[in-house]
């Protein structure tokens, strides 16, 4: 398995606090995504990083922001999260976009 | 931007018999055709992939189908077995721009 880890895995907070998830790699690999999984939806790019310091938005990217101050961490936090952010998140990586993107393990996030 | 769909959301067949999953994506200028495979409580893991110069590919049980003018690609697995029953996701992209999956595709294979 390529080495991606996200921590925490579980994760229950309540409305308004803030979150922060954490994506770690090994691999050096150029480009890193946060998606979220819910059903019916498939997986959602939120939001992606091409670099250091080098963000973008993905399709639901309302409510979250991202920081990439390091090649192998990558950060998605909710300022103020919402019953609506209680999902599966995971982190994939990949070495260019055409080529395969390996996912973490996953966080599960529940908003009460 | 690119828009993926994705059929059927649920198959069930019996052992040994084959599965064909369809996607169609929006984006002419899509070039690389990755399909993941979910398990129950599992990350998503690449299963094959095709790019737009290859109409087809093989990995043993597996292939993949792509037809460029109709902008569709296909998923075939042939002699299910009961461990091929996961979720399957295809996905598109182009060179500048990001993976856009499908919804998924659950396949039930029954022993």
């Known amino acids: 398995d390529a080495g991606i880890t996200q921590s925490p895995r579980h994760k229950v907070t309540e409305t308004g606090t803030p979150v922060t998830l954490r994506c770690h790699q090994t691999e050096n690999h150029r480009y890193m995504y946060w998606y979220r999984q819910d059903p019916g939806h498939g997986l959602r790019l939120i939001h992606y990083?091409?670099?250091?310091?080098?963000?973008d938005k993905g399709e639901v990217s309302d409510g979250y922001s991202v920081s990439r101050s390091k090649t192998e961490d990558f950060l998605l936090t909710l300022e103020s999260a919402t019953s609506s952010q209680t999902s599966v998140y995971f982190c994939?990586?990949?070495?260019?976009?055409?080529?395969?993107?390996?996912f973490g393990q996953g966080t599960r996030l529940t908003v009460v | 931007g690119e828009n993926v769909e994705q059929h059927p959301s649920t198959l069930s067949v019996q052992e040994g018999d084959s599965a064909v999953i369809k996607c169609t994506y929006s984006d002419s200028a899509s070039n690389y055709f990755p399909w993941y495979k979910q398990e129950l409580g599992k990350r998503p893991q690449l299963i094959i992939d095709?790019?737009?110069?290859?109409g087809e590919k093989k990995d043993q049980r597996i292939a993949v189908t792509l037809n460029k003018t109709a902008k569709h690609f296909s998923l075939h697995i042939t002699e299910t077995q009961p461990e091929d029953s996961a979720v399957y996701f295809c996905?598109?992209?182009?060179?500048?721009?990001?993976?856009?999956f499908g919804k998924g595709t659950m396949l039930l294979v029954s022993p």
């Open positions: 994939a990586i990949s070495d260019h976009r055409e080529t395969e993107a390996f």
């Open positions: 990083s091409y670099g250091v310091k080098d963000t």
């Open positions: 996905a598109a992209i182009t060179g500048y721009s990001t993976l856009t």
């Open positions: 095709i790019r737009s110069n290859v």
